[in-house]
């Protein structure tokens, strides 16, 4: 990860304030490390079933929109976490488990990410509308 983004970010045509992550399951606690780190540097974050350590957004400035299903066990503990950050916003997909393997559940998460990573490049102006702080389908 820190590789691609250093080679990324070297890139002439390559717009610094328009790089974004997108993380699945256990891939989520690399990308938070990295960036606590400061090995890289997204101006926004997708997190979609994310598998948080217990010290969830500490010092993630990024606006991260955190994505669950209504089954995920872990929703109670992503709902404090995300309680306790200023930069992240969680939405839920209802009757979707962790895994979003209902019909329709992955494509309606990799659409919200979409939604959200094009509205991190457009400003605050441009949020997706269903982003309300803790919105839900």
């Given amino acids: ?20 992550i997108a993380a699945l399951g256990p891939g989520v606690g690399i990308v938070l490390r990295a ?5 890289v540097r997204p101006r926004v974050l997708a997190l979609m079933s994310p598998a948080l350590e ?6 993630v400035g990024a606006p991260t929109l955190v994505i669950a299903g209504s089954k995920d066990p872990a929703l109670e503990t992503l709902k404090e976490l995300v309680d306790r950050s ?5 939405t839920v997909l209802a009757g979707a488990d962790p895994s979003f393997e209902e019909p329709g559940a992955l494509e309606a ?3 919200r990410a979409v939604d959200w990573l094009d509205a991190g490049f457009a400003g605050a102006a441009g949020w997706p509308e269903w982003q309300d702080g803790g919105g839900s389908d």
């Fill in 54 to 59: 217990p010290c969830g957004f500490v010092a």
């Fill in 35 to 39: 960036v606590r780190h400061g090995l």
């Fill in 86 to 90: 200023e930069c992240a916003t969680l």
């Fill in 1 to 20: 990860l820190e590789a691609v983004s250093h080679w990324t970010t070297r890139r002439e045509d390559v717009d610094e304030e328009r790089i974004g």
């Fill in 109 to 111: 998460c990799a659409d």
